[in-house]
T-cell receptor
Framework: KAGVTQTPRYLIKTRGQQVTLSCSPI?????VSWYQQTPGQGLQFLFE???????NKGNFPGRFSGRQFSNSRSEMNVSTLELGDSALYLC?????????????FGNGTRLTVT | AQTVTQSQPEMSVQEAETVTLSCTYD???????LFWYKQPPSRQMILVIR??????QNATENRFSVNFQKAAKSFSLKISDSQLGDAAMYFC??????????FGKGTKLTVNP
């Protein structure tokens, strides 16, 4: 079974631009969640989607948004990029929501904002 | 608010020996899960072990075991017979009723041959 696939693996953008990251979950997984990892703040929860609906959202500004499609694939969008948005963005999928469904992570997208 | 603290930014261990990584957490909830994830240089987070707060018995997965002290809000990870492949960042994670994951800052484990 293929794992969680995140594309692209690396991305370089300029301040003020916008970016879209993609996550394809494991086949059969309906929940996708996103995390931001930086050296200073560590790992922080961004949001979680289940069956195309956002179920949970972390404490990030409105510039961060996401969506999930009917095939469970998810995209995350960051508008008006700032230098502080440089980070590793991780996506995870699970069969359901909640603590009973183990998360399976992708390899992440490394975003650099210059 | 939930918090997770890993007081050891870095640890090292000799191959085949045992090492314990520390984690303390704070939560007002009674029903929660605790996890240890490892992140090798490949960047992919991998679940090592998980503990349900209402279970008193400490979880064990092969060479990995935890010491869960609920009253002290402590959740340490013991790795026995350390292997070179165990070298990674280890994150202690709490997931409560809100179901948002709260991560510790991580402990970088080096395994010396």
């Amino acid at each position: 079974k293929a794992g969680v696939t995140q594309t692209p693996r690396y991305l370089i953008k300029t301040r003020g631009q916008q970016v879209t990251l993609s996550c394809s979950p494991i086949s059969g997984h309906r929940s996708v969640s996103w995390y931001q990892q930086t050296p200073g703040q560590g790992l922080q929860f961004l949001f979680e989607y289940f069956s195309e609906t956002q179920r949970n959202k972390g404490n990030f500004p409105g510039r961060f948004s996401g969506r999930q499609f009917s095939n469970s694939r998810s995209e995350m969008n960051v508008s008006t990029l700032e230098l502080g948005d440089s980070a590793l963005y991780l996506c995870a999928s699970s069969t359901g929501t909640g603590r009973h469904s183990p998360l399976h992570f992708g390899n992440g997208t490394r975003l650099t904002v210059t | 608010a939930q918090t997770v603290t890993q007081s050891q930014p870095e640890m090292s261990v000799q191959e085949a020996e045992t090492v314990t990584l520390s984690c303390t957490y704070d939560t007002s909830e009674s029903d929660y899960y605790l996890f240890w994830y490892k992140q090798p240089p490949s960047r992919q987070m991998i679940l090592v072990i998980r503990q349900e707060a209402y279970k008193q018995q400490n979880a064990t997965e092969n060479r990995f075991s935890v010491n869960f002290q609920k009253a002290a809000k402590s959740f340490s990870l013991k790795i026995s017979d350390s292997q070179l492949g165990d070298a990674a960042m280890y994150f202690c994670v709490n997931q409560g009723g809100s179901e948002k994951l709260v991560f510790g800052k991580g402990t970088k484990l080096t395994v010396n041959p």
